[in-house]
C-alpha cells in the first residue's frame, strides 16, 4: 500500500505542527497534514522511520518529542498505549516540556479515558490543551485521509484543530468533555467486536451447509445483516486470509479498555468479554498480528 492516496484538502492557514509516532497509522496521517501545506516536525522512536517520513514529505525531525513540539501550534500523537502515550508527553524530553503556552495536544492513541482526563489536567496546569481524538477507519482510512475522529475535551480547542484534522479525516466530531472520545471509541470497539462474531458465525455455517458463501454474501450485503466488516472482510474470511487490517493484538488492548471501563461505570458487557476470551485464543495460535476477522479460525475444525 502507497503511504497516501491523493485527495483534495480544504484549505486551511498552514500552521507549524508536530506529530509524533510514524506507526501504521501515524505515518500516513502526518503526511496528509504535509500534503495539505502545514509545516510538519515529526518524532519516531525509531529515528530511521522519521527520516524515511521527511525524505518522502519534507518538512523536519526531532531527535525528542520535546524539539519536535517547540514551535508548533498543535501536536499530535498516535503511539500505542497508556503508557507510551506517558512517555512522549511526559518527563523532560516529553512534549509538554516544549510545548508553548496555548499550544494543543491532539492525541490519537488509542488509550484509556482516565489517561486522557489525567494528560487533559496536566496539560491545564501548563497553561496547555489537551483534546483526546482516537480514530476509526483503519490503516486504509488513514492512507486515504477519510478516518473518523472521535474528539473529547473543552470546545475551544477543538474548534482549533477540526478543519486541521480535516487533512486525515473525513469526520472530526467533539463527543463530550475530556475522556469522551476515548468512551467513544469504546463503544466502536464494542459494536465490532459482536458483530465480527456474529459474521464469523454466519460464514462458518454457511461453509458447513455448503453454500456458496461469497455468492451468499453478495446477496445478503444488500439488505438489512450489510455491515463495513461484512463488506470489507467477508470475502477474505471465506478464503481465510488474515495478514492485513487491524491487528488482534490491538484488539484486545482495546477490549481490555472497554472491560476497565465497564467495570468503573457498571455497564454490562457480556458479548464483548466473551469475545476478548476468543481473541484470547487466537492469540494462543500464533495470530495475534492477524487481522480481526480471524476470530472465524476459532470455528474451523
Ligand atoms: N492500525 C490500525 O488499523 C488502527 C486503527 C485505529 C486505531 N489504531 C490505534 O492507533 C494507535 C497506533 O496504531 P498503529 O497501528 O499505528 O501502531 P504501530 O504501527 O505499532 O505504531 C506505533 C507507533 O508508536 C510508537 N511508539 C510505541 N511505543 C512508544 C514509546 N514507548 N515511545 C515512543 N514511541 C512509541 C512506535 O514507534 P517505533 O516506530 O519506534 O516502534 C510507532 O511509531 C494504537 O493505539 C492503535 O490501537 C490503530
Not at 30 to 37: I, S, T
Not at 43 to 61: I, L, M
Not at 218 to 230: E, L, R
Request: aromatic share 6%; hydrophobic share 45%; charged share 20%.
Amino acid at each position: 500500500m502507497a503511504s497516501v492516496a491523493s485527495k483534495s484538502y480544504e484549505s486551511t492557514p498552514p500552521l507549524k505542527v508536530a506529530f509524533l509516532g510514524l506507526g501504521v497509522m501515524g505515518l500516513p496521517m502526518a503526511g496528509h497534514l504535509a500534503l495539505a501545506g502545514h509545516s510538519v516536525t515529526v518524532y519516531n522512536r525509531t529515528p530511521a522511520k522519521a527520516e524515511a517520513w521527511v525524505a518522502e514529505f519534507g518538512g523536519s525531525h526531532a531527535k525528542t518529542p520535546r524539539v519536535a513540539a517547540q514551535d508548533a501550534q498543535i501536536v499530535f500523537a498516535c503511539v500505542g498505549n497508556d503508557d507510551d502515550l506517558r512517555s512522549v508527553v511526559l518527563g523532560d524530553d516529553g512534549a509538554f516540556a516544549g510545548m508553548k503556552q496555548g499550544a494543543i495536544f491532539v492525541d490519537h492513541t488509542t488509550a484509556s479515558a482516565n489517561v486522557a482526563r489525567e494528560l487533559y489536567d496536566v496539560a491545564k496546569g501548563l497553561g496547555l490543551h489537551f483534546v483526546d481524538a482516537p480514530v476509526s477507519g483503519g490503516q486504509a482510512g488513514a492512507v486515504n485521509g477519510v478516518l473518523t475522529v472521535m474528539c473529547g475535551g473543552e470546545q475551544g480547542a477543538f474548534d482549533s484543530i477540526r478543519d486541521v484534522a480535516g487533512a486525515f479525516a473525513r469526520a472530526v466530531t467533539l463527543v463530550g468533555g475530556p475522556g469522551a472520545g476515548q468512551l467513544a471509541k469504546m463503544v466502536n470497539q464494542i459494536c465490532i467486536a459482536g458483530l465480527v462474531q456474529g459474521l464469523s458465525e454466519a460464514i462458518a455455517f454457511g461453509q458447513s451447509a455448503d453454500l456458496d458463501m461469497k455468492l451468499v454474501l453478495d446477496v445478503i450485503s444488500k439488505g438489512a445483516a450489510q455491515s463495513w466488516q461484512m463488506e470489507n472482510r467477508g470475502k477474505t474470511m471465506v478464503d481465510g486470509k488474515f495478514d492485513f487490517g487491524f491487528a488482534v493484538d490491538w484488539m484486545r488492548k482495546d477490549l481490555s479498555l472497554v472491560l476497565d471501563e465497564a467495570r468503573r461505570n457498571g455497564a454490562r458487557v457480556p458479548v464483548t468479554a466473551v469475545v476478548d476470551q476468543f481473541y484470547a485464543d487466537v492469540q494462543k495460535q500464533g495470530g495475534g498480528r492477524w487481522d480481526t476477522s480471524s476470530l472465524i479460525t476459532r470455528l474451523k475444525a
